[in-house]
């Protein structure tokens, strides 16, 4: 019957580590797609989509229109960041051309751990070059240091530490008969 047990681990063990191994679930994604009619916008937050209090964060809007009338340079952008009521940022931002998408990149610290509401606002500098739109979302901040090891590193560790035990245990378990 202990065959029968440490079996049953090892065949465990193995089925662990091909599911990690496959990367199901490796991180969660923190990407958020928001849209406005034909406009539609990625945000991406750096580091590892896990914003940190007092620390610089990099915010990633790629933008697309499936009607393909934005463009940056008719673009008149504008970044609002406010924690409640409180206005924390507002200011004009300026987009860079890339192939079917254009780029928004803004770095901001955020002062405390809280959720903050961030909108991304665009009119054309001319009537009619492109429909206007608000994007807005939702970013939690996190309070601390922000983590020392990527998500996708400690993942890996991981993924490697169960399939070392694995391989441990099914060389016991070979040995046993």
């Not at 199901?24 to 990407?31: D, E, G, K, R």
């Not at 809280?114 to 009619?128: E, F, M, N, W």
């Not at 993942?155 to 046993?176: C, D, E, K, N, P």
């Amino acid at each position: 019957m202990p065959d029968m047990k440490l079996r049953q681990f090892a065949i465990l063990g193995l089925l662990i580590a091909i599911i990690w191994g496959a990367g199901w679930p490796l991180v969660a994604s923190a990407h958020t797609l928001e849209a406005d009619g034909a406009i539609k916008a990625l945000l991406h937050i750096n580091p590892d989509d896990e914003p940190t209090a007092g620390q610089k964060t990099g915010l990633w809007f790629s933008l697309t229109d499936s009607e393909h009338k934005f463009t940056a340079a008719a673009c008149d952008c504008r970044l609002v960041i406010k924690d409640g009521d409180r206005t924390l940022m507002d200011r004009p931002i300026t987009a860079q051309e890339a192939p079917r998408t254009s780029m928004l990149e803004v770095v901001y610290t955020f002062p405390r751990p809280v959720v903050y509401d961030i909108t991304l606002q665009s009119k054309p500098r001319q009537a009619g070059e492109f429909q206007p739109f608000s994007l807005a979302y939702d970013v939690r901040v996190g309070r601390g240091a922000a983590p020392s090891t990527s998500p996708v590193v400690m993942a890996a560790a991981i993924g490697f530490a169960v399939t070392a035990l694995t391989i441990v245990s099914l060389l016991v378990y070979q040995r046993r008969r």
